[in-house]
T-cell receptor, first 116, second 106 residues
């Protein structure tokens, strides 16, 4: 496979469930990102990992827990979510994180999450 | 953070028409990207263009970094061009604009 892949593509969960979103990049990049895109809203950056260390956490509730076991994989663990967390969750990767003379981001296809 | 404004917010075109989308940003940036988000949510890279002009088929983009804006030109639009177009810039992190929603009607 090439590029950035995400699984599952669709997820429906109840508020008491625990689930995980998975992202994998095959581009040899060192930085990975989670974004949330709610209906009619711009993309919101949630977390940034660079070389497997979290470098950005944009005031995300603790019911979202990221994990980056290596530079190719990124997870988003979900527990006790609320209906307003229903959104498209997008993963991205780039060669480096933050300010850089070359830092193009590539996105996965997203996971469409519905919380009942 | 850096403010990224896109205009127009919505655009409806007849197939075959040309259009220009604009992205203004509030501070100096290192990088600028244009994306097309298709109806299934996939963000497709169109251009990586921190400065200058690039062309790819019917699409071209120009960034004037000193004046803090970028333009995306779509010529001879097709129905498959429909979707939302985002620009994103890099300061200390990535900042996305609110997008231009384009509908091309046959």
């Amino acid at each position: 496979e090439t590029g950035v892949t995400q699984t599952p593509r669709h997820l429906v969960m109840g508020m008491t469930n625990k689930k995980s979103l998975k992202c994998e990049q095959h581009l040899g990049h060192n930085a990975m990102y989670w974004y949330k895109q709610s209906a009619k809203k711009p993309l919101e950056l949630m977390f940034v990992y660079s070389l497997e260390e979290r470098v950005e956490n944009n005031s995300v509730p603790s019911r979202f827990s990221p994990e980056c076991p290596n530079s190719s994989h990124l997870f988003l663990h979900l527990h006790t979510l609320q209906p307003e967390d229903s959104a498209l969750y997008l993963c991205a990767s780039s060669r480096l994180a933050g300010m850089s003379s070359y830092n193009e981001q590539f996105f996965g296809p997203g996971t469409r999450l519905t919380v009942l | 953070g850096i403010q990224v404004e896109q205009s127009p917010p919505d655009l409806i075109l007849q197939e075959g028409a040309n259009s220009t989308l604009r992205c203004n940003f509030s501070d100096s940036v290192n990088n600028l990207q244009w994306f097309h988000q298709n109806p299934w949510g996939q963000l497709i890279n169109l251009f990586y263009i921190p400065s200058g002009t690039k062309q790819n088929g019917r699409l071209s983009a120009t960034t004037v970094a000193t004046e803090r804006y970028s333009l995306l030109y779509i010529s001879s639009s097709q129905t498959t061009d429909s979707g939302v177009y985002f620009c994103a810039v890099t300061g200390n992190q990535f900042y996305f604009g609110t997008g231009t929603s384009l509908t091309v009607i046959p």
